[in-house]
């Protein structure tokens, strides 16, 4: 099994005709997939294919694609369009004029698709075709060294969740073992201030059924059974080769859920402690769910 992480880089180079490039893939935590793509003039097409391509292969995470061309050729037939340029500069007044965004640099629209056009027939339609589709591959195997990069990150972050898991389960094994002295502590703390109020009035039988009913509600036994089953599921979820990020986001609220009641229950002090301890682990290990695919 391989748990996908989404932090990772990767680099491709190639080559053709006049034309040289170099292709940085890198990506980090996001929510869902979002792809963001840089590439030289002229080659408009090469950022649907890298959207297409970083769909095939992740599922999350905040994808930047870099594609960096030169060429030994001197072209003289580009042109700025400077409808696109007009365009561009009117949907960012807004946010400019808002406070929400700077002022766009000459050189930050100049990058943007559709502000520099080159003449194709520099190097002929079907060579530029075929520059482009070299390109596109190029991505194609920066994205494939991005992938395994984040397969390698989550073969490490694997091992890490499996040591806070057994953490946690030794936690809950250790707080199993003082809950079940809870009720007898609870039965003689109540006994006590109960006579302490009532004095004669106190019958064995009237203790005897407010103890209990105590008893009861500080029993955190299934609080225990559940976060016992939460351990198995997540362990079942390292041993599944599937994006699972989503359902470790949803298995640590329910973690920490039960961890929670289980303080709030606790009349011990070692209990307790224990359920701090547990709290405190569980949130190290939804740091680190953070960076599951």
Same mark, same amino acid.
């Given at each position: ?9 990767? =680099? ?65 037939? #580009? ?9 561009? &500069? ?6 400019? /004029?808002? #406070? =929400? /965004? ?18 194709? *027939? ?15 591959? *190029? ?11 984040? /397969? ?9 969740? =499996?040591?806070?898991?057994? %953490?946690?389960?030794? !936690? %809950?094994? @250790? ?18 201030? +109960?006579?302490?109020?009532? #004095?004669?009035? @106190?019958?064995?039988?009237? !203790? ?5 009913? +105590?008893? &009861?509600?500080?029993?955190? =036994? ?6 016992? #089953?939460?351990?198995? *599921?997540?362990? @079942? ?24 009641? +289980?303080? @709030? ?7 307790? *402690? ?20």
């Amino acid at each position: 099994m391989t748990l996908a992480s989404m932090t990772g880089f990767a =680099r491709s180079e190639g080559a053709q005709g006049d034309w040289s490039w170099a292709v940085e893939a890198r990506s980090v935590n996001g929510r869902n997939l979002d792809l963001r793509f840089r590439g030289p003039p002229g080659f408009d097409g090469l950022e649907r294919a890298a959207r297409e391509a970083a769909q095939t292969r992740f599922q999350r995470g905040s994808v930047t694609v870099n594609v960096q061309g030169k060429t030994t050729k001197k072209t003289t037939g #580009g042109r700025i369009n400077v409808d696109a340029v007009e365009r561009y &500069l009117t949907l960012c007044a807004p946010f400019v /004029a808002a #406070g =929400r /965004a700077a002022a766009p640099t000459m050189d930050g629209v100049l990058s943007l698709p559709g502000v520099v056009e080159l003449d194709a *027939s520099d190097d002929g339609p079907d060579l530029h075709a075929a520059i482009e589709a070299a390109m596109a591959r *190029s991505i194609d195997e920066a994205l494939d060294g991005l992938k395994s990069a984040r /397969a390698e990150e989550g073969a490490s972050l694997a091992w890490v969740l =499996r040591g806070f898991l057994q %953490v946690i389960e030794r !936690l %809950v094994i @250790a707080a199993a073992s003082d809950a079940a002295e809870q009720p007898v502590l609870i039965k003689q703390r109540f006994e006590r201030r +109960l006579t302490e109020l009532a #004095g004669d009035a @106190a019958t064995p039988e009237r !203790l005897a059924q407010e103890a209990a009913a +105590l008893a &009861l509600k500080a029993d955190v =036994r299934e609080e225990l059974d559940r976060l016992t #089953g939460h351990v198995a *599921s997540a362990r @079942a979820l390292l041993s599944q080769d599937l994006a699972s990020g989503r359902r470790f986001d949803f298995l640590t609220q329910e973690f920490m859920r039960e961890a929670n009641t +289980l303080c @709030a229950k606790s009349a011990m002090p070692s209990l307790t *402690s224990l359920g701090l301890e547990l709290k405190a682990t569980i949130d190290q290990f939804r740091e680190q769910v953070q960076n599951v695919e």
